[in-house]
């Protein structure tokens, strides 16, 4: 293996940091690639949009040495990320289509040279630094869509510290009496800046993935509260929370508690929304943590219930006060006999525990007819309202 080009010593006037972007096609000896690239940087250097201080070949890959602006190293990792996905996305597609290579893929990564202080003249420690960038930036490109995944990293990170979140409310109607009724709202999360994510649901399964499912979803119980104060005392607000969150030491009712009571309503305004992203593997711990909130009047929903996800098995071991159908069977139960049969079997399920249920997704006459038929108790849907503001 042969390193070419030399590390050249660095102007002395300039004092900013500097990145590695490392980049390598996967699985393709790219016969082009190094004319390309070569062609492809001089393009760039004259418009002047990246310095590139040094390149370094070794066989295939290619690793750039770039000057970074100066800023703290979030603003250094933020503007290199973006330079980085902008041509690996470039310079991926334009390769593929000259080559006719439409299955290769270019991995990315980048890292952070922090040297703005120190003196870049001394040659020595200078190549060590260049050296260990390099290997950094070439362990984050060994992943396909690293570069993305970092900036959604950041920009999830930056979501929660800046709670940039608010929550819209869904009536859920009462289908018991003549006509309807209101019988209270789902909190939805709604994020005000998401450009990294098609929308929330995303959003809420790459936190988890990350391991920062607990703190988004607490903000997110947070604003659910904060918004609520036209709830009227005798209707609910369903929270979501992820069945996992009951792991989450923070998960106590004595803020939400008080939070409420500041509010002039009480726990009895409020059931937990379980929703089942994965399976739950402690039932025991999980019915030991609803316990305590039950015990102060906070009661309990299965979500989702029919989806792939979610069980039958956490409606006989957690002992729902509502068990909410998810959509999918509801969507045109009206033209499915199998649909049909399901919601009724749920339906004499719920009526022999004792539990109510929720159709959700109701959009259109036929499906409110079809289960209201059925005996279901209470509806939510587009066709019953949007989310949006407590009336
Ligand atoms: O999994 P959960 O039931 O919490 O999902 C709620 C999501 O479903 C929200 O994002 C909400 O906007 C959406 N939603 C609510 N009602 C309807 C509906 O009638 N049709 C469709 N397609 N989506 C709905
Ligand atoms: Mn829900």
Redo the contacts with the bound molecule.
Sequence with gaps: MQVRNRVRQAPMEWRGGRGVIYLSWHSVAPAGWSVFAEEAIAAEMEAAAIVVEEKYWIHNDLFLLLRLPSGGRSKLEGWLLEQAIKRQAEWESRFREMEELPEARLLAGVSIIEDNLLDLTEQEGNADRIYEAMKRAMVHGQRDGSLVRSMKLRALEQLIAEHAIMS?Y?PIMSLQSEGRSLFGY?A?ARFTKQEWFA???QLFAFAEQEGLAYRLDRLARRKALDGIGSLKPEQRLFI?VQAQIINDPHFTPGRTLSMLERRGLSPHNVVF?I?ERTSIDDFGAMKKALEHYRNQGFQIAI??VG?GYSSLQSIVELRPDYI?V??SII?RIDEDDVKLHILHTLVQLAYKLDVSIIA????REEELAAVKKLGVHYA????LG??GGIQ
């Design positions: 819209v869904q789902e939805l929308g929330p649901q979501n929304e929703t979500d989702d989806a909410k998810d959509r969507d959700e997704g109701i959009e939510q849907g587009y066709l949007r989310p």
